[in-house]
């Protein structure tokens, strides 16, 4: 008995991870973004064609954590921390997220939410339907018209932006990755 747990033993310890594959523009669109982590930049609305004021304040991303295979993006407007986009590479494609939390921390009743790549997109740009889970959360919530949702990420050596698109909207916000600012504190429940 102790020869075969101690088999098992060794044998797990010597276990390799199986590795996360991705292809050249997934990769390349991932390493873009990555390279300005630890730095926060201003933006500003550059299309809205349903405006609100809710993005009347001003408006910061933060390229916060970093890891190989996984970005945290806070996105603030004025004092609200409550929104962090996620991407993250999952080994048939990218996924992005919206981790949206209350100032004590504690998730919004809408959070994570998002959507995955479908083809290989370009190393500047990346669409992101929504996903099954965001479709069924978003019907749960009386969002219905959110389900066609795909938001889009471009990464450029000037510029960042973040476009929300589905029929009958289109919201994008531009940050200008020209002039670093300096580091907003946490998001919410971070």
Known sequence: ???LMN???SNTTMAKEAPLVSIPTHDAFFTSIAQHCGKAFGGKVA??????????AKLVMFVRKCTPSELHIPFYVGDNASRTWIIKKTGSGLS???????????DDPVTMYGGHTLDAGYKQIQSFPADEYSKILFAEHGLAQSITNTWQIFIYPDVFS???????REFRVDF???K???QPDAPWGY
């Open 1 to 3: 008995m102790f020869g």
């Open 7 to 9: 088999c098992l033993v």
């Open 47 to 56: 299309v809205d064609n349903q405006p609100s004021s809710a993005f009347d």
């Open 96 to 106: 992005l997220k919206h981790d949206h939390r209350h100032k004590d921390g504690t």
């Open 162 to 168: 973040y476009r929300l698109i589905r029929e009958g």
């Open 176 to 178: 200008d990755l020209t």
């Open 180 to 182: 670093s600012i300096p």
